[in-house]
C-alpha cells in the first residue's frame, strides 16, 4: 500500500512537471510558439540556396533585406575561381544593384510568403485586396503599390507578396486585358500589318502605345511587365 502510494505521488509530480515545463513562458524567448491542440504549429523557415543555383526570380536575403534576382550569368575565366554575377532588386527600396557570389558559396533565402487577393475597389488612396476564401480586407496606399497601379482593374487576382509579415510587393498577371477610352481614331486603310503606332489612355489611366486600327472602345491585351501592347483581345 505505501508503496503504491508512493509511485502515485511520483507520477503525479512528474506530470504537473511537465505540465509546467511546456507552459512557462518564462523559459523561452517571446517569438517562441508552442504548439497546443488549439494553435496551429509555427516554424521559423530559414533556407540557404547555392550561388550556383541562383536564377531569374530567385528571392535572396542579404544584408538584412529581401531582393529578387532580376538578371545573372555564371562566369568562369580562364584563371582564378568561378562567380556568378547578378542585378538584384530591393524589394524594399526598389534599388538594383550588382553583386557578385563565389560559385558553390551559400546564401540565404528569403523567407517570402505568396497570399492570392482580388483587387476589390479603391477607396480614397488606398487599394483594397480580398482573401476569397476568409473575405478578410488588406489595404495599400499607392506607394506600396508603386506603378503597377495603372494595370490595375476592378475583380483582378494578384500575389501579395510578405516578408517579415509585411506586404513588400504585389505581382500582377503578366498579360491583362484592358479597354481604350481616349485614341485618336483610325484612319481608312489602317491594317493590323500596317506600321506606326500612336498613344491610347486605357480605362485604367495607362497611356500605351496602340497600332493605328485601334480605336475607341476596343479592348487590348497589354504586357504588366514592359507596359507594351501586344494585342487585341
Known sequence: MIAGTATLKLNLSLFSSTYSFRN???????NFRIRTPYSKPHFLKIYAVSSNDIKVG????VDGAPWRVLEFLHVKPGKGAAFVRTKLKNYLTGNSVDKTFRAGSSIDEADIVKETKQFTYKDGDQFVFMDLST???TRLGEKEVGNKTKWLKEGMDC????????VIDVDLPVNVKLSVVDVDPGLKGDTAQGGG??????????VVNV???????????????SGQYTSRA
Open 24 to 30: 512557462s513562458s518564462s523559459l523561452f524567448p517571446s
Open 58 to 61: 530567385t528571392n535572396l536575403e
Open 135 to 137: 473575405y478578410e480586407e
Open 159 to 166: 500575389n501579395l507578396l510578405l516578408w517579415n509579415g509585411k
Open 197 to 206: 503606332t500612336k498613344p491610347a489612355t486605357l480605362d485604367t489611366g495607362a
Open 211 to 225: 497600332p493605328l486600327f485601334v480605336n475607341i472602345g476596343d479592348e487590348i491585351i497589354v504586357d504588366t511587365r
